[in-house]
Structures are given as structure tokens and as C-alpha cells.
């Protein structure tokens, strides 16, 4: 297989911050290491409503230093201020509670945190 240069004018697109997994449940967004992501239905559009408490158990997606937006992606602020990320205007988290890469032990705690699809 022959490598072929990069044309100077060449620039690499952002990668999306997440990625598709199959899990028992079907498929879900996770982070990079596999990690299921979480809508919180008491957010809103481009907003966390996770406060401090919320987001010991419920890691807020933070995004990295110079992150920029992209597609369906997006940054808002969690309630501390700090960035997170994302998709589709949604605010996404992690659970304290998933261990491994692909547990969904979120999914439906409390009837409104859901896994990320």
C-alpha cells in the first residue's frame, strides 16, 4: 500500500467527541474510552439543570480546551461554569455508577435520565 502526501492546503476536521457502540441495550453514544452518555429531560435546550449534588453522580461530558462546536455538537456551561458538551442542543453526562466501558446503568434512573442514541 502506497502512502500518499498531504496536499500544504490540506486541514483536519474535528472529530466528533463521541462515538456509537453496540451494547445489551442496543446502540449508544459513549465517550471516547466507551463510557455510555445521558440526557437529563430536565434540561433544556443548550442548558445544564444538573447542579453541584446532580453532577457528583452525574459527571457532566466536559469538553476538552479549545474544543470547538461541530454539526449537531455544541457547547454549553454545567451549572459550575464549566464547559460540556452536547448533541443536538442536549447537555450529555456520565454516571458514576457504569464502572465499565458499556454499562447502561443510568439509562432510566429516577424516569428522566436516558442513554445517549
Known amino acids: 500500500m502506497q502512502r500518499t502526501s498531504r496536499p500544504s492546503s490540506w ?4 472529530a466528533e467527541p463521541a462515538k456509537m457502540v453496540d451494547t445489551k441495550v442496543g446502540k449508544v453514544m ?10 437529563f429531560d430536565k434540561d433544556s435546550k443548550g442548558k445544564s439543570n444538573c447542579d453541584a449534588d446532580c ?3 452525574w459527571p457532566a461530558f466536559h469538553a476538552a480546551a479549545k474544543s470547538k462546536a461541530v ?10 461554569g464549566k ?3 452536547a448533541y ?3 447537555p450529555l453526562y456520565t454516571y458514576a455508577e457504569d464502572k465499565k466501558a458499556g454499562d447502561v446503568k443510568g439509562d432510566g434512573v429516577n424516569g428522566v435520565w436516558r442513554r445517549a442514541k
Open 11 to 14: 486541514c483536519a476536521f474535528a
Open 30 to 39: 459513549t465517550t471516547e474510552t466507551g463510557m455510555t452518555l445521558y440526557t
Open 55 to 57: 453532577l457528583k453522580i
Open 71 to 80: 454539526g449537531e455538537w455544541s457547547l454549553v456551561n454545567d451549572t459550575a
Open 83 to 85: 464547559e460540556m458538551w
Open 88 to 90: 443536538d442542543g442536549k
